[in-house]
């Protein structure tokens, strides 16, 4: 799917955009590559959305390319390039019908009404919803129904890209996991380019090919799910994935870092620490180990039991070090240690476990 | 027993505050409309409603040549609502969407004229116009043109009447144009629609209750109007109002005025029934 070498599909680049002072996007350069699946992960500010409306043909850049295969999009207006979007408040026409929804753009492009009704009960199928949806108010539809109704709608209009702008965001979250996992079984059925904005890495992770992490108009980081996770470039990326200890520390010998808090020593694997002098070491709470497992591990540190949480599948402690350091160690439901709030338990990890990155 | 539920019915405190407004509007409006139905039932020229109903009025009206006037009035009305549509809907667009806050001051500008009394605004338009009047007279004196006289003629009552009522198609649009989304527009483009394209398929349908609203307002009153087509328009046209009031006071035929009355409420009346039936407000607001 992502030859190496190929002409890339979308080109993106040295993209800025500013608006007044505030610089949205600041030289983004970044390369799509047909039938992917992208998403855009940033918090809200990261200038994802400036980025996606400039995509389309919303807003247009102050300096930079956008190139579809080989083409230049930059002064195309919106209803003459062959992307779409879906927004985030899915933007259906009120007084339309959902079979006239879906009908709009082949409305547009004048295909004929017997053509245009056969494409939209394909699109109704593809989609999951009853061809008896067609007469019906988009009003009375359900928010999962909606959104259908507007996936149908955009691809109706048939686009080399689609993008979404955070369309699932309003949605309950058991709704969400299953429009997730829908619309990657779209992508896959439809085989086109899908780029996607969200500020929630962890539905990236389910739905991408690639991500990449926008911040302060930057692009961070762009890697496959598995890069993302597994080597974060900084404590930025590492942080958005969800709750994750972070310690400052400096290079002490071969291989160990010490703590700027409490002049703990640490051992991390070799491969990462080449150029490495300080910065921050990364361990996710579900690598920690804590009680008699942790005993024997090289990394371990004494602490206190101050505060758990159920949290379905697993437990979460809080467990505060003696350099008053505070750590989130998590364990599966079936592991047998049970402590107590108040107890001293030794905490710990593998040093492959760990992760280090520069700022 | 039945008197006193009705007390205990009317010691409620909904119906107790709704008293005042019910009885305003029973002898304000309802009782001078049930006068009317029920003089134009009444023999010509005869000022009391204790005589035997009669419909000699009714046939003597479609005898007569009042459908000239009729005729006048609609069509005037018909071209200050299509007029109006014209000139309104730029400027609300402009006072909806783009103004900011200069849409207050224009706002201010076109409702601070409605505090003066009508008539005046009309005569003040007259000397304006005026043969030697202000017009005339200025472009005599700085560029030596002699201006046609433009007082008394259908041009000019159509200037009156879409003077006069131009805050009341212009608000509703307002208000109509403003309930459109942007982000709906921008979706119709995004899915190839052209400025044309989404002003038909988006903008106006969903415009459509502040357009149908002002478009009734105006139409009802300048249907009703007289004093544009009397002050600026030197009776060049008579209007229905017109040949009402008349027969009210110069004819002294209150059962004539009457039936005119009648047949222009009905016909009024009838076209908003008929629109509000063939137009759903709540399919175009979208809450069906």
Known sequence: MKGEGETPF???????????????????????????????????????????????GMDSPDS????????????????????????????????????????????????????????????????????????????????????????????????????????????????????????????RETGKTFVYITHSLEEAMVMSDRIGIMRDGHMVQVGTPAEIYNRPVNKFVAQFMGEVNTIEVTRAGDNTVKSLSGDMVYTVAGDSFDR???????????????????????????????????????????????????????????????????????????????????? | MRRRRFFTWLRQPGVLSAMPATLFLTVGFIGPLVMVFAYSFMPPRTFSLAQAP??????????????????????????????????????AYGMAKLFGKWANLVTILVAVPLLISENIRLFGWVLFLLKKGILDGTMQAFFGIEMPSLLYGVPVIVLGLVYVYLPFMLFPLVIGISMVSDTLKEAASDLGASRWQIFREVELPLAMPGVLIGAMLTFILALGSLAEAKILGGQAVIMLADDIESAFTFAQNWPRGSVLSVLMIVFSG?????????IDLDRLLGGR
């Open chain 1, 10 to 56: 979308l080109q993106i680049r040295d993209l800025v955009k500013t608006f007044g002072d505030f610089t949205a996007v600041d030289g983004i350069s970044l390369d799509i590559t047909e039938s992917e699946f992208f998403t855009i992960v940033g918090p809200s500010g990261s200038g994802k959305t400036t980025m996606i409306r400039m995509l389309v």
């Open chain 1, 64 to 187: 930079g390319d956008i190139m579809l295969k080989g083409r230049r999009l930059n002064d195309v207006p919106a209803n003459r390039r062959p992307t779409c979007m879906v927004f985030q408040s899915l933007a259906l026409f009120p007084h339309k019908t959902v079979g006239e929804n879906i009908e709009f753009p082949m409305k547009i492009a004048k295909v004929a009404p017997a053509e245009r009704r056969r494409r939209a009960d394909l699109l109704l199928e593809q989609l999951r919803l009853p061809l008896s949806y067609y007469d019906k108010g988009v009003n009375q539809c359900s928010g999962g129904e909606r959104q259908r109704v507007a996936l149908a709608r955009a691809l109706a209009y048939d686009p080399e890209i689609l993008f979404f702008d955070e369309p699932l965001a309003s949605l309950d979250f058991r709704l969400r996991k299953t429009l997730e996992k829908e619309l990657k079984d779209v992508h």
């Open chain 1, 276 to 359: 490495f002098e300080k910065g921050f070491l990364v361990i996710r709470p579900e690598v920690m180990k804590i009680g008699p497992a942790a005993e024997a591990l090289p990394n371990r540190l004494a602490g206190t039991l101050f505060n758990d949480y159920a949290l379905g599948s697993r437990i979460q402690y809080q467990v505060r070090g003696a350099d008053d350091s505070t750590w989130l160690v998590e364990k599966l439901q079936d592991n047998p240690f049970d402590g107590t709030l108040g107890d001293s338990v030794t905490i710990g990890w593998q040093p492959k476990d760990s992760i280090l990155v520069m700022d």
């Open chain 2, 54 to 91: 009669t419909l000699d009025n009714y046939f003597a009206v479609i005898h007569e040549s009042y459908y000239i006037s009729f005729l006048w009035s609609v069509w005037l009305a018909s071209l200050t609502v299509a007029l109006l549509l014209l000139i309104c809907y730029p400027i």
């Open chain 2, 270 to 278: 009838g076209l908003i029934f008929f629109l509000f039936r063939r």
